[in-house]
């Protein structure tokens, strides 16, 4: 098995929004925002090639959307997927399975094309099954108002009509072990329903894919917990024991929306869970 880290682009979001209670005296010290209260966001995928499958966790944002949505997000940067993709030596046509942690438009949005003439959608990954959950798509087809500019149907409903939607297998507790991708899933339900936590086994570690469960580093402390939460108080409950069970087992956490940090470790201190260590990509995966 080899892991690749692919940016799929970054962009800025409302520190406020980031952090819900938390006073920006606080959270600027780990996450600065500029002039206009926006802080550094970044969409890291994950690439996992196992044998003949090449499996990709969430692919960012995508580029069908009007200028007008983009400009509500600040995009910086020049990384893409297809141009991170081609840097690890593969294309979008390669892929044979793309993984949704959930269908949040940051998270599923490179899923899904333009067609030639823009009179439709088209997968962005021709060869591949995508991977969603049932409970989480029938949360995500009918949205509730709250989360309604998050699930777009213009990401979400081409995946089912071009036949290679498939959903994990339903959950037993909060943790399964998908045997069609190899790998663990830990379902966490404060940020959105049945979000998908992968734990994947690499050499002697436990990686982890973190989504929205943990985006930043600043996000470490407890009551730091996003605005965008729609059970805030049951997400406390999850990262609560999912920290203390990273900082007990040794995790190595990978950051999606991190802009500055790229995988770290935590430990256990008289104050909580607390920031261990951080790594680059290329330290743990070569």
């Not at 943790?175 to 959105?192: C, P």
């Not at 992968?198 to 917990?225: E, N, R």
């Not at 049951?234 to 940090?261: C, I, S, V």
Request: one cysteine or more.
């Amino acid at each position: 098995m080899q892991l690749y880290p692919i940016k799929a682009g970054n962009f800025k979001l409302d520190g406020g929004a980031m952090f819900g209670v938390v006073p920006k005296v606080l959270w600027n010290k780990t996450n600065p925002a500029d002039s206009k209260n926006l802080i550094d966001i970044a969409a890291r995928c994950l690439l996992i090639e196992d044998g003949d499958r090449l499996i990709l966790i969430d692919t960012g944002m995508g580029n069908k959307q009007s200028d007008k949505f983009f400009s509500y997000y600040s995009l910086w940067g020049d990384d893409s997927l297809d141009k991170s993709l081609k840097e690890v030596g593969f294309s979008s046509d390669d892929i044979t399975d793309v993984f949704i942690t959930h269908l949040h438009f940051d998270h599923c949005g490179g899923t899904i094309n333009w067609n030639k003439d823009k009179t439709g959608y088209e997968l962005a990954f021709k060869n591949a099954t995508i991977w969603s959950n049932e409970n989480h798509w029938d949360w995500a087809v009918n949205p509730n108002a709250r989360e309604k500019a998050s699930f777009l149907k213009e990401n979400i409903l081409p995946m089912q009509e071009s036949g290679h939607l498939k959903f994990v297998p339903r959950q037993k507790g909060d943790f399964i072990f998908n045997d069609d991708l190899n790998f663990g899933v830990l379902f966490v339900d404060g940020h959105t329903e049945k979000q998908m936590i992968p734990h994947i086994s690499y050499k002697d570690k436990t990686i982890v894919f973190m989504a929205d469960l943990l985006p930043t580093v600043g996000h470490i402390p407890l009551p730091y917990v996003m605005g965008y939460d729609t059970r805030p108080l049951l997400t406390l409950d999850e990262k609560e024991k999912f920290l203390k069970t990273a900082a007990d087992k040794g995790y190595y956490l990978f950051l999606e929306h991190d802009a500055h940090n790229e995988i770290i470790t935590v430990k256990h201190t008289e104050k909580g869970v607390r920031l261990n260590e951080t790594f680059s990509c290329q330290e743990i995966f070569n």
